[in-house]
Structures are given as structure tokens and as C-alpha cells.
């Protein structure tokens, strides 16, 4: 009987088993890190798998990990799909909810990627402010 | 001709999802509501469409800049692209509407329209109190219990002091 503990991370952006069973073996994160990034670094990737995706992902109890986010904002980049990828960081900054520390550091982490395709912070761009 | 209504009513995206031949009878005609629908929402963040269907002539030209590096983009061209894809932002659609104020004062308003009825009221339809309220009245009412000496221990005449006929300080 696994402990479902584990489900209440606050305090971290690890992602955890979307799924508790009594039986059977748990997901780990990085198990499940792994699989989403496998998921949007398809490389024929469609519009439709990409929403299913992100809103599948967001509809769990954590923040994505910045690995699997920047596999999801390089398949915007393959879909040419500037606006899914500023709302995608939105989201993530709506999914932190109380914790604001998580967003700053998820932006951090994918400097990089966002300055080599392009991607302009809510921020940058005003629409941050109603 | 059914189907040229059809198209007329659905436009140009719903065709590819609308149309559905039945064995010879034609084409059925497509509700409004069983096509996908945008919304804003903050736990489906990528709604099943765009939210301008028709471009523009600089819209199009602008999702052909997009193909391109997102670098050269302006800052007005991102939003534009943005707000081509999406009606409100995280943030306009998470904002407040203000509407508890209106219910507030709605609350406050009728509240005291009910105090205006409640005076109103007293005036001009209860009759007059019985006599059993006026103050001399009253006066032989207190003189009376504490003769009888109610609750002479702890209650009423308890804080009656019979020595010097006051009450007791």
C-alpha cells in the first residue's frame, strides 16, 4: 500500500504520479517528467496534441517542470505558434497561485530557450496588468 | 440548396467539422453549439480555436511573419499576435468585477428602505401601546414586585435595599 504523501509538494516544482493506486508501481517524477517531454518534443507535434497537452498539464496538481516546459514552448516554436507560447508562461505563473517565488525561478530556467526563439515574457509585453 | 445554407450560416471553419452526408437524404444542418467554442479559462489555457477567425489582410501577413524568427517581431506585432489567438489575457480574466460593491449597496439601500417602512409604520398603523406601559403605571408595577419580593436572593429585589428604600448602589 503506497503512501499517497507524496502528492502535497508545496514546496517544490517536482511534479508527482498523477495517479494513486493502491497497487502497482508508483510513477516517479522523473518518470513522469520524462514522459511529457517526450510528448511535446515530438517533432510533428499538431496544433491539437500540443492544447490537449498543455491543458491536460495544467489541469494536475503541480507546476511543470522548466525541462518539460521549454519541450512545450519548442513545439510552439515548430507550430509556429507565437501566442500559445506566451500563454503557456501565463499559465504557469496562474498555476503557482500563492507561491510566488515558483515563477521568477521558471523563467530563470528558461532564459535561454526564450531568448534563442524569440518568446517575450507576459511581462515584456504589458499583458500581465488587466 | 441545403448545403449552400449551411455554408452560408457556418463560415469557412466549421466546414471541415460540419459537414456530414447521410446515406443520399443531404447534408444536416449544423448547430451553433455542437461546434468547438472558445473560452477563457484559467485551467484550459489553450481553448479549441482562435479567437479572430477572419484575418485581416495585415493579420494574414503578419501569421506569415510568424513562420519566421520571433526575434524580428515587434512588440505590437507579438500582441497582435497574441490577441489574434486569445481574447483576454491571464490577467483580464482573472480581475475582480467590482460587483460585490453594487451588492452591498443594494443590501445597505434596502435595509434602510425597510427602517423608512418600519417608521412608517409605528405612525400611522399600530394603535396606541396599552396602558399597562405608562410610566406611573410602571411605577406600582416595580413597587408591587418588590413587595412580593421577587427573587429576593439574587435577582430584582436582591438589589433593592428595604432599610433605606433605594436601590442598592
Known sequence: MLSSDCLWSFSS????AARSYSHGKQETDEEFDARWVTYFSKPDIDAWELRKGMNTLIGYDLVPEPKILEAALRACRRLNDLASAIRILEAVKDKSGPHKEIYPYVLQELQPTLNELGIPTPEELGIDKA | MLATRVFRLVGNRALSTSI?????HGVAKVEDYTLPAYFDRRESPLPDIKFVEQLSPEQKSLKEKEKGTWAVL???EKIALYRISFKESFAEMNKGTGEWKSVVAGIFFFIGFTGLV???QRKYVYGDVPHTFDPEYKQKEVQRMLDMRINPVEGFSAKWDYENNAWKK
Do not use: D, I, N, Q
Open chain 2, 74 to 76: 515587434s512588440k505590437e
Open chain 2, 20 to 24: 456530414c452526408l447521410r446515406g443520399g
Open chain 1, 13 to 16: 516544482t517536482a511534479s508527482v
Open chain 2, 118 to 120: 418600519v417608521l412608517w
